[in-house]
């Protein structure tokens, strides 16, 4: 059961297949940063500020480029998620974890795609102890995280940068002032009022808009559009 003989498991074989002949190879030779899933925000050793984020759609997006050829490094949150097949993990918790990993990998990237629901604020101090419960209003003081998106793309050489932008108002509004301040190459905007798109479902809804381009695409699955991202990024 164990050791060099041991017969692989049946999805991992299935993955093998794929990303050996399954593919085009159109990323052979790229290297892609991809961050996904949710961070999570300690408040005391009980409690924690996190998201709904499942990492489903950056986990898509690290497949498909496994499989296109790329050598992918996956940056990613607690998810419950199967992590891909032939894909470097780094798994981590908070916003600064996945900033320091981000930071140590992004030199070498050609792409980077960052689909992560990061935390905006974190609590300023975190309790040694459970925060009893008390009588009265409780406050708890927090503090900017860094932005991992906007650090990374003002230092960015020749790395195609993409960027995620969930809304639920003035989506291309807001996300085109986002792609400008942070100097993006592309977003991936999402409505989360669009009924099959956002977090834990397995579909998405997604606008791909560039600095010359808006592109609508229709209610797909997640693999879907991870692959009409990726194909996008390829004609760039």
């Known amino acids: 059961d164990t050791g060099k ?85 780094i798994d981590v918790l908070s916003a600064q974890d996945m900033f320091e990993a981000v930071d140590e990998n992004f030199d070498q990237q050609d792409i980077v795609i960052m689909s992560a629901a990061v935390a905006d604020y974190r609590p300023k101090t975190v309790a040694t102890e459970k925060i009893k419960k008390k009588d009265g209003e409780e406050s708890i003081q927090l503090e900017r995280t860094t932005d991992i998106l906007g650090t990374m793309s003002k230092r960015k050489k020749n790395q195609f940068v993409c960027g995620f932008s969930m809304e639920t108002e003035n989506m291309l509004e807001n996300s085109k002032a986002k792609l400008e301040k942070k100097n993006l190459d592309m977003i991936c905007a999402n409505n989360l009022k669009v009924k099959g798109a956002g977090f834990g479902t397995d579909t998405n809804v997604v606008t791909l808009i560039t600095k010359d381009n808006v592109v609508e695409l229709p209610l797909e699955s997640k693999a879907e559009v991870a692959a009409q991202i990726l194909d996008t990024i390829v004609k760039k």
């Open 5 to 89: 003989g041991k017969m692989p498991e049946p999805e991992v074989l299935y993955s093998y297949i794929l990303k050996t002949i399954g593919c085009e190879k159109d990323l052979l030779g790229k290297k892609v940063l991809i961050t996904a899933g949710p961070t999570l925000e300690k408040i005391d050793p009980v409690r924690f500020i996190s998201n709904h984020s499942t990492g489903k759609m950056g986990y898509a997006i690290a497949e498909n480029a496994m499989l296109r050829g790329a050598e992918v490094t996956l940056v990613t949150g607690r998810t419950s998620i199967k992590k891909p097949d032939f894909v470097k993990i």
